[in-house]
């Protein structure tokens, strides 16, 4: 008896699993069916619908902005050329310092020690070629006496005056006016020559670098006088004078140039802050101009769809400026050609269109 119920249990467990396992199956395959008709699949044998616009020639905006960053015009690290434990720190972070200002002092005691003894050695020297020089006048002694001693006095005074350098090396000094941007030692930090100490930048005078495109170069000359504004003071302007303009440019085309500001006390700038030249662009002809809508990928590897008998091509193109949502367009395109502005996402090269 024990052995049937036994089999009719294990009979039991196994059906029900079964019939779970049949309607899992059933739930998933409903599911599935159901997720697969939500999906959309494109029908590749109808035409994608697009939106389009021509290619138009016109005038851009009469004025130009070319932003750019406030660069110090000098900075540099201040080293240390002694060796030895630095005995008083003079300046903090942040700090405001003058040109000669004391950075840092390193101990100088040991050479202050040398500096005795070498001072009493060319004294001495210096005594002995007198007592020489007389002697040899008078032929009492030869020459070649003379001689030595001249050479020990040659050799005390440069070692006098070799101490004498590295007791000034023991003085940390800032070579130009500007604010200590980083500070890399304490009062206890035992230096080497070379070893960096401090960061001096010199923000008096700033440097505003902006990249222009090369359609745009031949309004600028080393020399010229520009202004300079910024958003930070938004009614102050800043005269400038271009000090370079660049040689080489980026993949872009576009051009470094570099235009010298004195800082202003009422209205300061700081190293990193964007600056802009505005000028007049009333000369410039009309230009070939897309709306913004129609770019695909970045200004500098730019690319449209454009349209010919119903088929979009992906086309190549070289920006010019951008003002507001419209692009110039300086090759790649002509006039009339029809661009792509809605759309792109559901197109590949030569993808069939239907034009709404």
């Known amino acids: 008896m024990k052995t049937n119920k036994k089999i009719i249990r294990v009979t039991l467990i196994l059906g029900l699993a079964v019939a779970l396992g049949a309607w899992t199956y059933t739930t998933l395959m409903a599911n599935k069916e159901t997720v697969e008709a939500r999906v959309y699949e ?11 616009t021509q290619v138009v020639r016109k005038s851009l905006e009469q004025s130009r902005r070319l932003l750019g960053t406030f660069q110090p015009s000098r900075e540099l690290d201040i080293t240390v050329q002694a060796q030895g434990e630095v005995i ?37 020297a210096v005594r002995e070629a007198k007592r020489y020089k007389a002697l040899t006048a008078g032929e009492a002694v030869p020459k070649v006496q003379l001689d030595k001693a001249e050479l020990r006095l ?28 980083a500070k890399m030692f304490e009062k206890g930090t035992v230096v080497a020559p070379g070893m960096p100490l401090a960061h001096l ?4 005078t700033l440097k505003l670098i902006v990249q222009v495109p090369e359609n745009e170069l ?20 800043y005269p400038g004078t271009i000090t ?26 700081r190293a990193g802050m964007y600056g802009y030249l505005q000028f007049d662009l009333s000369d410039r002809d009309e230009t070939l101009v897309i709306p913004r809508e129609a770019l695909i990928g970045s200004s500098r590897n730019a690319s449209v769809y454009l349209v010919r008998d119903s088929t979009a091509y992906k086309q190549a193109i070289r ?8 692009l110039e367009v300086l090759e790649g395109l002509q ?17 069939r269109v239907n034009i709404r």
């Open 201 to 204: 930048t010199d923000i008096a």
């Open 154 to 181: 040659a050799s005390t005074e440069s070692q006098l005056k070799s101490l004498k350098k590295r007791i000034r090396q023991t003085r940390v000094t800032a070579p130009f006016n500007g604010v200590i941007t």
């Open 335 to 351: 006039e009339g050609d029809q661009v792509v502005v809605n759309g792109q996402i559901n197109l590949t090269d030569s993808t």
């Open 319 to 326: 920006l010019g400026q951008t003002t507001g949502g419209d």
């Open 244 to 269: 370079m303009v660049g040689a080489q440019g980026d993949e872009a085309h576009n051009f470094p140039v570099h235009v010298r500001v004195s800082n202003s006390e009422e209205h300061p700038l």
């Open 42 to 52: 494109r029908d590749f044998s109808q035409n994608t619908p697009v939106q389009v």
């Open 88 to 124: 008083h720190e003079a300046v903090r972070e942040g700090e405001q310092v003058r040109a000669g200002s004391l950075i840092a002092k390193v101990d100088d005691e040991q050479l202050q020690y040398q500096l005795i003894a070498a001072e009493a050695d060319y004294q001495d």
């Open 218 to 237: 031949f309004r600028f000359r080393e020399g010229e006088e520009v202004t300079v504004k910024t958003d930070v003071h938004p009614t102050a302007s």
